[in-house]
Nanobody, 116 residues
Framework: QVQLVESGGGSVQAGSSLKLSCVFSRISYRFNDMAWFRQVPGKQREMVATISVDGSATYVVPVEGRFTATRDNDANTIYLNMNKLKPEDTGAYYC??????????WGQGTQVTVSS
């Protein structure tokens, strides 16, 4: 069974930085576009950044210019560098393939809490 293990979250002050990591166990994901998602209580999980197989990334407008998604396929890992964090960045962050298609497996996520 595929495993997705997110880590790197924490509780920080606004303006701080965090680097999230996601290790995936399925080697085939090296050939998948991947994405980072954020979920806050009471809301649907939403995509915040994608990282393609070739390393190009896209971002939702609220995080553009502050977040950077990268990947290291040799390490089966994708990353999300988060700078100039804002309280509205607070949430549980997950990684997964992109697009999700029929994917229904999710890792445990990593919590990011940004206080003002």
């Amino acid at each position: 069974q595929v495993q997705l293990v997110e880590s790197g979250g924490g509780s920080v002050q606004a303006g701080s930085s965090l680097k999230l990591s996601c290790v995936f166990s399925r080697i085939s994901y090296r050939f998948n576009d991947m994405a980072w998602f954020r979920q806050v209580p009471g809301k649907q999980r939403e995509m915040v950044a994608t990282i393609s197989v070739d390393g190009s990334a896209t971002y939702v407008v609220p995080v553009e210019g502050r977040f950077t998604a990268t990947r290291d396929n040799d390490a089966n890992t994708i990353y999300l560098n988060m700078n100039k964090l804002k309280p509205e960045d607070t949430g549980a962050y997950y990684c997964n393939i992109w697009p999700l298609g029929r994917q229904d497996y999710w890792g445990q996520g990593t919590q990011v809490t940004v206080s003002s």
